[in-house]
């Protein structure tokens, strides 16, 4: 089966700095890459998602990139704000099967 | 309007007993899943439903058990609860089933569970 990796666990940023949050996944089949936020008490959030036939996305201050041959993709977040800490997840989905996620990373933004 | 609600938001019990979280969603989709966050917040699939059918059941302990009576609610009943079951449980929706633009999932606020 699909299996995700995420690094790093931890990340701490200062306000204004970028910060990226990389995943590898095992099953070359897979064709969708979402990325949620999850805050405090609540649910995981969709922030962005890429396909496979697409390399690059952007929204903003947050951006995905996907190496399918490399089998690794990454969320870049610029110019951070305190609001964007978070525990951010990404998953990987290969046709017919489930989202499976990374364990996730904890961003904290300094001010 | 909340798009995907739970009920109820904690839910303390005693182990042995048996317990129910509800969940509906009003984005119209067609597939509604179950996942269990742990304490070290690792998100693990346990069902997925599509037009009240099952089309997803991972390894999973039969005390657990879903029931779609529409495509707009998944419930999850559990039996005979243990410590282990002490969790944060996740409802989502996505409007089909895997594949193309359709699998993406909208998660509910969670259940926080704690057997003591």
């Known amino acids: 089966g699909e299996n995700v990796e995420q690094h790093p666990s931890t990340l701490s940023v200062q306000e204004g700095d970028s910060a990226v949050i990389k995943c590898t996944y095992s099953d070359s089949a897979s064709n969708y890459f979402p990325w949620y936020k999850q805050e405090l008490g609540k649910g995981p959030q969709l922030i962005i998602d890429?396909?496979?036939?697409?390399g690059e996305k952007k929204d903003q201050r947050i951006a995905v990139t996907l190496n399918k041959t490399a089998k690794h993709f990454s969320l870049h977040i610029t110019e951070t704000q305190p609001e964007d800490s978070a525990v951010y997840f990404c998953?990987?989905?290969?046709?017919?099967?489930?989202?499976?996620f990374g364990k996730g990373t904890s961003l904290l933004v300094t001010p | 309007d909340t798009a995907v609600s739970q009920t109820p938001k904690y839910l303390v019990t005693q182990m042995g007993n048996d317990k129910s979280i509800k969940c509906e969603q009003n984005l119209g989709h067609d597939t509604m899943y179950w996942y269990k966050q742990d304490s070290k917040k690792f998100l693990k699939i346990m069902f997925s439903?599509?037009?009240?059918?099952?089309?997803i059941n991972e390894t999973v302990p039969n005390r657990f058990s879903p029931k779609s009576p529409d495509k707009a609610h998944l419930n999850l009943h559990i039996n005979s609860l243990e410590l282990g079951d002490s969790a944060v449980y996740f409802c989502a929706s996505s409007q089909g089933v895997f594949t193309g633009d359709m699998n993406t999932q909208y998660f509910g606020p969670g259940t926080r569970l704690t057997v003591l």
């Open positions: 890429i396909r496979s036939n697409v």
């Open positions: 998953a990987a989905q290969p046709p017919g099967y489930a989202l499976n």
């Open positions: 439903y599509n037009n009240k059918e099952l089309i």
